[in-house]
């Protein structure tokens, strides 16, 4: 089988990259992704988003796996490290990966470098008895998670409730007045992607530059 994918090559030779895909419905060239890709590799960091359609999520898993596996033999591009990166179904495939590798004997492991959740999908709509926190709490590299306040498949208290139980260092960032989609009455999509694509650029600095310390 054959998935498709597109890299965002920045100018310069990249040391790290981000793994990107999408949610349920759409693939890797909803404007979220194509946004948040030219954003990173025009700041130097390499981006590959690919499609995976189906809504079977160990599918899906498999399916990333493979993907950071190719990018860790590739050698065109040697990177030291990845994060996953996904929005919404395609965030929950990421963390179920990372949860596979970090209790196995694999050496993906140190290959992975941090989650990054866009639109968590926590529970479904007016579900909020039933989490999807199960992979989230086994975690233990770096999680950023950037959600909608009125994102009906997150309830904000729900997710910060998951957060603190976690034991990897993590950090949420909160849209306001953000849906499950990312839109905001009376913002412009461009400009609710600025505000993510910016946070997700500073997260990465961040957890780039600590561990060069």
């Known amino acids: 089988k054959y998935l498709d994918a597109v890299f965002s090559v920045p100018e310069k ?38 499609t995976c359609k189906g809504l079977n999520v160990a599918y899906r898993t498999k399916a990333f796996k493979t993907v950071v ?4 033999l590739s050698n065109d591009y040697k990177l030291y490290g990845v994060f ?10 990421a ?19 941090g989650l990054i959740c866009l639109s968590y999908p926590l529970h479904r709509p007016k579900l909020q008895s039933k989490l999807r926190d199960e992979d989230l709490l086994f975690i233990r590299c770096p999680v950023l998670f950037v959600s909608g306040s009125a ?14 139980k976690m034991k990897a260092s993590k ?4 849209i306001d007045k953000a849906n499950h989609g990312m839109a905001v009455k ?3 999509t461009d400009d609710v992607m600025e505000e993510i694509n910016a946070q997700v650029f500073s997260w990465l600095r961040e957890n780039i530059e600590l561990e060069h310390k």
């Open 84 to 93: 996953l990166a996904g929005r919404s179904m395609g965030s929950r495939a």
């Open 151 to 164: 994102d009906e498949m997150c309830e904000k208290q729900l997710l910060e409730g998951v957060a603190s």
């Open 13 to 50: 030779k990249s040391t790290y990259g981000v793994i990107l895909t999408h949610g349920a419905g759409g693939d890797m060239n909803f404007p979220h992704l194509l946004s948040l890709a030219a954003y990173l590799a025009s700041r130097g960091v390499l981006c590959l988003r690919f």
């Open 95 to 113: 963390a179920s990966l990372i949860r596979q590798v970090s209790q196995s004997d694999d050496d993906d492991d140190d290959f992975i470098r």
């Open 69 to 72: 596996e190719y990018l860790k």
């Open 186 to 188: 009376g913002r412009t």
């Open 171 to 174: 950090k949420i960032h909160w």
